[in-house]
C-alpha cells in the first residue's frame, strides 16, 4: 500500500508517448461527429472492443483509424490537453510528446495543422513538455527526408526526432542520411528499436543513426555484449510495460524484463507507450509492474530519477526536479 502511494505521488517525466495513442474513443467519436468523419464501429464500446491485438502490426491499423479523425488544428490541441490533464494527474511533471506527422500530412492535413495544435496545447498545459518528431519507418527515406524539409519552419517547436511504426523488416539503417541530416541541425535523436525486432536492430541504431536513448530495447538482454555496452554508456531505455503485455512482447507482467534491465545496471524509465489502446497511464504502468514482480521503493526512486537523468531537459531544469 506505501509503495503503491509512492508510485503514485512521485514526481516523473514521460519519455515515450506516441500522443496520437493517447486519444481515447470517446474523443475520437466526439471528433468523428465535430467533423463529419464517418467511422467503422457504431459506439464507443465497439471500438474500445477492437482494441485487442496479437503483435505491433494489428495495433497499428486500429491506431491509424483511429488517427483519421483528426482534421483541424483544434483537434490536435484538444487531444494534447486531454493528455497533458490526465499525465499531471499521475504526477507527470514533464513529458517528451512523439507525434508522427506524416499519418496526417498524408491524409492531406497540412503538417503547420499538426505542430500547431500540438505545440499550442503544450504552451497553455499543466506540465512541461516538448515534442519530438517520428518518422514512420514503413515509408521510405525520401518520405522521412521530405517530411524533415516541411519540418524547418517549425525547428523552434522541436526538440528531436525518432523512429516508429513497424519495426520488423525496417532496420534502423534504412533511415541513415535523415538522421545525419537531423543530427547536423543539432536536434536530439531517439528510435523504437528492439521491441519486436532484435537486438542488433538496437546496435545499429546506436551505430548507425547516432540516438541518445532507446524506445522499448528490452529484447537487448538476448545479447550480453549489448547489455554491457547500454549499461556502460548508461544508453536509456524507455520501457512500455502494458504495451508489451498488450502487444504480446512477453506473455504475462510477470515475465516482463524490467527487474532484470534495472539489475543489469541499465538506465529502464517506465512509460505508457499509446495510454488510450493499452489500459492505462503512467501510473497504470508503474502500478502493473510492481504488482506482478518483486520490485522495491528503492526501484521506484531509482526509475523517477532515470526519467529526468535521461530527459532532454536543460541541465538546471533537471536538477530541479531530481
Ligand atoms: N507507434 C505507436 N506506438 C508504437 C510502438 N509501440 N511501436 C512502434 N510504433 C508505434
Ligand atoms: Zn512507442
Known amino acids: 500500500e506505501q509503495l503503491r502511494i509512492l508510485l503514485q505521488r512521485m514526481p516523473k517525466a ?10 481515447e474513443p470517446e474523443l475520437i467519436f466526439e471528433l468523428a461527429q465535430r467533423n463529419g468523419v464517418k467511422l467503422a464501429y ?29 482534421l483541424k488544428e483544434q483537434d490536435f490541441y484538444d487531444m494534447t490537453m486531454a493528455y497533458l490533464r490526465r499525465a499531471a494527474e499521475d504526477n507527470v511533471r514533464h ?14 492535413v497540412p503538417f503547420q495543422t499538426v505542430v500547431d495544435g500540438i505545440w499550442r496545447a503544450c504552451q497553455d498545459g499543466p506540465i512541461s513538455a516538448t515534442l519530438i518528431m517520428c ?10 527526408l521530405a517530411t524533415l524539409e516541411e519540418a524547418l ?8 526526432v525518432g523512429l516508429d511504426s513497424s ?21 536530439h535523436l531517439v528510435a523504437h528499436a528492439g521491441e519486436e525486432g532484435p537486438p542488433a536492430y538496437i546496435e545499429t541504431a546506436l551505430d548507425l543513426l547516432n540516438v541518445e536513448r532507446i524506445d522499448h530495447g528490452v529484447r537487448c538482454l538476448e545479447d550480453p555484449l549489448l547489455t554491457a555496452r547500454l549499461a556502460r554508456e548508461q544508453i536509456a ?26 539489475d543489469a545496471g541499465l538506465a529502464a524509465t517506465v512509460n505508457s507507450d499509446d495510454p488510450a489502446y493499452f ?20 526501484h521506484a526512486h531509482q526509475l523517477a530519477r532515470n526519467s529526468f537523468t535521461a530527459s532532454f531537459l536543460e541541465p538546471e531544469a533537471k536538477r530541479a526536479f531530481i
Open 14 to 23: 514521460e519519455l515515450h508517448i506516441h500522443i496520437e495513442g493517447s486519444l
Open 42 to 70: 457504431e459506439s464507443v464500446e465497439s471500438l474500445r472492443k477492437a482494441y485487442a491485438f496479437d503483435n505491433l502490426q494489428s495495433f497499428l491499423d486500429i491506431y491509424y483509424a483511429g488517427a483519421s479523425v483528426l
Open 95 to 108: 513529458a517528451e510528446i512523439f507525434f508522427d506527422p506524416q499519418t496526417h500530412t498524408a491524409r492531406g
Open 135 to 144: 518518422f514512420l519507418r514503413h515509408l521510405s527515406e525520401d518520405d522521412a
Open 153 to 160: 519552419p517549425y525547428r523552434d517547436k522541436i526538440i528531436g
Open 167 to 187: 519495426e520488423v523488416g525496417h532496420p534502423p539503417e534504412k533511415f541513415c542520411r535523415v538522421f545525419e541530416r537531423c543530427r547536423q541541425l543539432g536536434l
Open 237 to 262: 531505455l524507455t520501457v512500455c510495460p502494458l504495451s508489451n503485455i498488450k502487444l504480446r512482447v512477453f506473455g504475462d507482467m510477470g515475465e516482463h524484463n524490467l527487474l532484470a534491465l534495472l
Open 279 to 298: 489500459g492505462g497511464y503512467m501510473n497504470a504502468n508503474f502500478l502493473a509492474a510492481f504488482d506482478a514482480l518483486p520490485l522495491t521503493a528503492a
